[in-house]
């Protein structure tokens, strides 16, 4: 049995909040809509005018207060609209979403349709309209005379219609006379020819979207004003019934109510469901294609500005779940708030445009992070370098499966039939036959046995085969009926489907987010004032378990306010309720563990098919052929005798006084049940609670901008809007770049959820990325004046053309010369720094660059450069420019906000960055390279004819061969990334050819980056170890600037020693102790090195041979109780003990000291003597450090090395060689070491080329 009940009491758990009517008011008359900018070029019958709010009840509720302004706004956004017989007069339906101030939602549906004008006044004006609009339109097009123009520059009120009228001139009489040839034409109106229609909206605001249900019963209202014949019961009582008797199903629940013309179904999920969502997603894919939808999903996630030809933004974010849209939210925006697209935030709003508009008519200031969806076209236009969705592949064919089991094609572009979309004018079923209407009741409740159900299904076989004829001239036949409720089941069920294959993909991509989820504070109060400096999720230990493919995508979703909006919920949830979306994503999860038996399994698979498709279809399906209860049927009000009177085509006017409030005094409202009046659980409405009731103490949510204010459309609202704006702008700028900081400079420090796991490259370009959208959005911000689609370098081109003005006056004597013969001297570098030099560098980039594009290489290499903040300071001053450029309100003619936007840029400068250089690889980069020698009046270099190979993160430049009696080259070469090595040489082997080496620098002459690659040796024979040849490691000295252009020409600070001069110091210094910890070290940094993600290791020459690297620690050790002045004489090498070592295992000593030592045999022994032999035999003149370099290297990558320390301590040479207590006779020792170095095994080590060049091992 199905139950009854209604809802005369709280709002809360009503059907309905609000009915509305909107219009024309026949009082004030005709007034033109200012801001749907349109020309007056337009006949008046094709302009928009603004509508009233002509009635609503009730007056107002509690929780929501009608905003009369904004209903009528979104109500009928594109104002009033005329038309004639001649035109199509077909209704339609549209819906958006309120939200107040509390942060509650209401949802509105809208079923517009075109009623007969019956106004004299009204018809009046629009004749005289028509007559101004041909008379100047002729006169016009005869000739241009500037009284035309005049008069069409401005819009006549109503209150002059009249007098204009009379004032036509009486040489206007022949144009005037040409009306009758225009008759019937497009757009032309003749009050005794043609018959004058005008658009009036009914609107139903309800807590929950029901938009089904909505949209029959307001269709179902329509339609009974167009009848013939007059409804059982006059309008006022079914719009009463909705509001104060019908009341929301129960969660879990299906409720039957009654329109005027049959009965109307409604359900609600229930706890374990996805929330109610009945937008005509189906709609949507069939037009856009899948490919586009996941596509608009992606943008919408990663919060870009969303802009909409078309009504699917609501179902975009019923797509989102369990996350929630954060930013601006106008599903439909009238032509009054358009100044809203210049919002500098993220937006998701939706735009009616009018036929024929195209995409350049409309001004945007943003476009650089737009996503432009034209559902007429069926096209999608994404941001540039928007990331896959994650398994996007695997997703599209999930999604494509489904449509095809609905029939839909999956490939878009298809208009699915009328009465499965949201423009129809008739989809709710009409029985004329009292005794069939009975018989769809009991077939919808389930209450017909089998014998009865058998006959009814019969009868509708038999309707469908044969067509039916109609039952009466406005019924409908039974197949259609039927037909009608199948493609009603059949779309809630696509719905279902498709949203739960979305939140599929969510659960399998955050099925583990709690684990990552910081619990840092002790209390609520402590967290929130903390808010801003914590962090809440370990995004780097989150980002190191992702699949490699997802990472660009999930690191910036990981940015967005959604995100962080959905992990404060989760934070807070220790101390409070948790939210509803998050409860049942929770609970979700859960459940899906407890099935999941094989957690490895479901871990390791790349893509899973969600398996609740069908158990949530049925679900729907089963409460909408059944329905749970039954609401009271509409009844006679206490109505004055005449109220309610029938006129068919028009809507009537209704009477007040019973639709302002539930009659509690009539015998209906005794039905409320004592159940609901007494269980409190019955009277909140979970699902409501789903979408309306925020948590309002907790005031760290993101501060938005109130819908209130934005549907505001008075001068002063949007000032104060534009306002709120300015701040929002500055505040985010000061997040970003302190969380930049935070990330570059304590990206170790565990307690900031960054411990060793983390993906700090990524998560960089990530917020770098942040940062170029945050400067579009701010130079966007009353952006008037813009070329291409980036509004940053926009501003930029117009700077650089004022700029070629300034200076080409100044400049034509003869400047360019002076600057060519500059090569090498200061004046090119600190030119080089300029903003404009930093331009002409982008735009000379042979990378096929947009303007979007562009700007961002701008901003990259501003950012290495730590010229950013100056840069822009410099483009702002230009004050004229500023002001042609932009509106008042702009952001950057704010001065105060503007200082304090650029200090906070100013802040970046206190970090490196190299996100030019390693994200533009395959560009050419200008180097200069110095050689410094240790004296500055050294002579030898005229001796010694140098050259050098410089190498990088992607490549090296080949050999540079350096002009006699000269110390520095400069050189053009592919980005070489950040520079690691430095092999320097000389091609003269004299005696008298050599020089002590200080250093080498490096200079990025685009960048500004300065390396320092430290030698402190002798090249040259007969002098040190007599390398002809060395490899030098480098080391980032300085991010640019114009003091370091000289920097590196004069002599070098005294302090820096060379390393051999280090090494000797070491040998009387050092503890072994000391050393043995150094050794550990290195070994340490090599092990960490290779357990972070690929694409975060440094750099593993500078771990190998760099200070404190593997090479300098085992070069110490060997060093460690070294008898020098017994078997050589000044230099110590320990390549010389190296080499004895391989002579005295091959000849076996003659002294006989290897005599029945069990070393001397073996694959160790074999192995060191082919290495050693191999390292000397290579043509390279490296010298004997530069072999003992090499030979650590080749054994540890060979996994070697550790087997050879144990042979070189066994060896009788060791103990003439090395003191007592030097740390290579110590077995404990040497055992540690040999461990440690095994450690070491397990990796794969690849050396530069550098490194081993010449040696075939």
Not at 127 to 133: E, G, N
Not at 633 to 662: C, E, N, S, T, W
Request: proline content about 5%; some cysteine; glycine content about 8%.
């Amino acid at each position: 049995m199905s139950g009854s009940a209604a809802a005369t009491g709280s709002a809360s758990c009503r059907f309905a909040h609000y009915f509305v009517v909107c219009g024309v008011d026949t009082e004030t008359g005709l007034e033109p809509d200012d801001g749907a900018g349109e020309a007056f070029e337009q006949s008046p019958i094709r302009r928009s005018f603004k509508s009233k709010v002509l009635v609503h009840y009730p007056e107002s509720t509690d929780r929501n207060p009608f905003n009369k302004d904004a209903v009528n706004m979104l109500c009928m956004p594109r104002g009033l609209s005329f038309r004639t017989q001649a035109d199509r007069l077909d209704p339609q339906f549209h819906s958006f979403t309120m939200s107040f101030d509390d942060g509650t939602r209401s949802y509105g549906f809208v079923h517009t349709f075109y009623e007969e004008v019956t106004s004299a006044q009204i018809i009046t004006a629009m004749q005289t309209l028509y007559q101004m609009h041909h008379v100047e339109h002729h006169s016009g097009s005869s000739a241009s005379s500037p009284s035309s123009s005049s008069s069409s520059a401005s819009s006549p009120s109503t209150s002059s219609m009249d007098s204009l009228v009379s004032s036509l001139d009486e040489s206007d009489a022949e144009s005037l006379a040409g009306l009758s040839g225009c008759l019937g034409c497009a757009g032309s109106f003749d009050p005794a020819r043609d018959t004058l229609y005008v658009s009036k909206a009914l609107c139903l605001f309800t807590p929950l979207p029901f938009l089904q249900a909505a949209r029959q019963f307001l269709s179902q209202l329509h339609q009974a004003v167009t009848s013939h014949t007059p409804p059982p019961l006059p309008l006022e009582s079914y719009i009463h019934n909705i509001l104060y008797e019908v009341p929301l199903p129960p969660p879990g629940r299906s409720l039957r109510f009654h329109g005027v013309q049959g009965p109307i179904v409604c359900q609600r999920p229930g706890p374990g469901e996805l929330p109610l969502g009945e937008y005509p997603l189906g709609e949507a894919f069939s037009l856009l294609g899948v490919d586009n939808m996941v596509q608009l999903l992606t943008c919408a996630l990663l919060e870009t500005q969303v802009l909409l030809c078309s009504q699917v933004a609501e179902g975009v974010t019923t797509l989102l779940f369990p996350f929630q849209w954060q930013h601006i939210y106008l599903p439909i925006v009238s032509a009054p708030l358009n100044h809203l697209l210049d919002a500098p935030v993220p937006f998701m709003m939706g735009i009616q445009r009018r036929d024929g508009a195209q995409r350049s008519s409309l001004h945007l200031p943003h476009e650089a992070n737009l996503c432009f969806v034209d559902i007429d076209k069926h096209s999608v236009e994404a941001p540039e370098d928007l990331p896959l969705f994650p398994d996007q592949i695997e997703l599209i064919q999930e999604l494509s499966e489904v449509l095809l089991r609905f029939g839909l094609p999956p490939q878009g572009g298809t208009i699915i039939k009328p009465n499965t979309t949201t423009t129809t004018a008739t989809t709710s079923p009409r029985l004329s036959s009292l005794v069939l209407e009975d018989l769809m009741e009991d077939r919808r409740n389930g209450n017909l046995g089998g014998e009865e159900l058998a006959v009814l299904e019969r009868l509708q076989a038999l309707a469908r085969r044969c067509g039916g004829g109609k039952m009466s001239d406005e019924g409908k036949t039974l197949g259609h009926v039927f037909e009608e409720e199948e493609e009603e089941l059949k779309a809630a069920k696509l719905n279902i489907q498709l949203r739960e294959v979305f939140a599929g993909r969510f659960a399998a991509m955050f099925g583990r987010y709690e684990d990552f989820v910081i619990h840092s504070a002790v209390d609520l109060d402590s967290w929130l004032s903390n808010r801003e400096a914590s962090f809440s999720f370990d995004k780097g230990s989150f980002l190191s378990v992702q699949p490699a493919t997802h990472l660009h995508f999930l690191s910036r979703f990981l940015e967005t306010s959604m995100f962080s909006a959905f992990v404060d919920g989760k934070v807070i949830s220790r101390w409070a309720d948790r939210e509803p979306l998050q409860q049942l994503f929770d609970n979700r999860l859960e459940r899906e563990r407890l099935y999941d038996t094989d957690e490895e399994e479901s871990r390791n698979c790349r893509y899973r098919k969600c398996t609740s498709l069908f158990e949530s279809a049925q679900a729907i399906e089963r409460r909408l052929l059944k329905a749970d209860h039954t609401a009271i049927h509409p009844h006679l009000l206490d109505m004055r005798i005449g109220q309610g009177r029938h006129q068919q085509g028009y809507f009537p006017k209704l009477q007040a006084d019973v639709l302002a409030q539930g009659q509690n005094t009539n015998k209906w409202s005794s039905r409320v049940t004592a159940s609901r009046r007494s269980d409190p659980k019955r009277s909140t409405v979970t699902e409501h609670s789903v979408e309306n009731e925020q948590r309002q103490k907790h005031t760290f949510v993101r501060k938005n901008l109130r819908q209130s204010k934005l549907l505001d459309s008075s001068p002063q609202a949007v000032t104060q809007t534009h306002r709120e704006f300015v701040d929002g702008l500055l505040s985010e700028c000061r997040l970003k770049t302190k969380r930049m900081l935070m990330e570059r400079m304590g990206k170790e420090s565990v307690e900031l959820g960054q411990g060793e796991a983390n993906i700090t490259g990524l998560q960089e370009n990530t917020l770098i990325h942040g940062l170029c959208d945050l400067l579009e959005r701010t130079w966007g911000h009353g952006l008037q004046l813009k070329q291409g689609k980036s509004a940053l370098w926009s501003h930029l081109l117009h700077y650089q053309a004022a700029q070629g003005k300034m200076e080409t006056p100044a400049e034509s004597p003869g400047g360019s010369n002076g600057s060519d013969q500059r090569t090498f001297d200061d004046g090119t570098l600190v030119l080089r720094g300029t903003l404009i030099q930093d331009m002409r560098f982008i735009q000379t980039m042979s990378e096929g660059l947009s303007e979007v594009g562009q700007a961002r290489a701008w901003i990259h290499l501003a950012l290495e450069k730590k010229m950013l903040s100056q840069h822009l300071k410099e483009l702002l001053k230009n004050q004229e420019l500023l002001r042609q450029l932009y509106k008042p309100h702009a952001f950057l003619l704010c001065e105060e906000e503007r200082e304090q936007f650029l200090f906070h840029l100013l802040s970046l400068n206190t970090v490196d960055y190299l996100c030019f250089t390693r994200v533009f690889t395959s560009i050419s980069i200008p180097y200069r390279v110095v050689i410094i020698p240790m004296k500055k009046l050294s002579i030898a270099m005229a001796t010694v004819n140098p050259w050098v190979c410089v190498s990088g993160e992607l490549g090296d430049s080949g050999v540079r061969q350096l002009s006699k009696n000269t110390q520095e080259i400069y050189f053009q070469c592919k980005n070489l990334g950040r520079l690691s090595t430095l092999q320097l040489g000389q091609e003269n082997s004299g005696l008298l050819a050599k020089c002590l080496i200080d250093c080498v620098i490096v200079y990025n002459e685009i960048t500004g980056h300065t390396y320092k690659f430290p030698c402190g040796r002798w090249l040259g024979k007969g002098v040190g170890d007599g390398s002809l040849e060395r490899v030098l490691i480098g080391q980032l000295v300085s991010p640019g600037g114009e003091e370091d252009a000289g920097r590196w020409s004069g002599t070098p600070p005294p302090e820096l020693a060379s390393p051999s001069q280090s090494v000797r110091t070491v040998l009387g210094s050092l503890g072994g102790r000391t050393i043995q910890e150094d050794m550990r070290e290195a070994a340490n940094n090599l092990v960490k090195h290779f357990h972070k993600p690929e694409q975060e290791r440094g750099n593993l020459t500078v771990l190998l041979c760099g200070e404190g690297g593997l090479v300098l620690s085992l070069e110490k050790f060997l060093l460690h109780g070294f008898k020098c002045n017994r078997l050589f004489q000044r230099n110590v090498f320990v390549w010389d003990f190296v080499e004895k070592a391989v002579v005295s295992v091959e000849t076996a000593d003659q002294m006989g000291d290897l005599q029945g030592s069990v070393l001397t045999k073996g694959p160790p022994c074999d192995s060191l003597c082919h290495y050693v032999n191999a390292i000397n035999a290579s043509p390279r003149s490296i010298g004997k450090e530069g072999k003992f370099q090499l030979f650590v290297c080749l054994g540890i990558r060979d996994r070697l090395l550790s087997q050879w320390l144990p042979l070189l301590a066994e060896l009788p040479l060791t103990t003439r060689t090395y003191e007592e207590g030097a740390l290579l006779r110590d077995r404990a020792a040497v055992h540690s070491l040999s461990r440690i170095l095994r450690t070491l095994d397990e990796f794969t080590i690849t050396l530069e080329t550098a490194l081993v060049k010449g040696v075939d091992l």
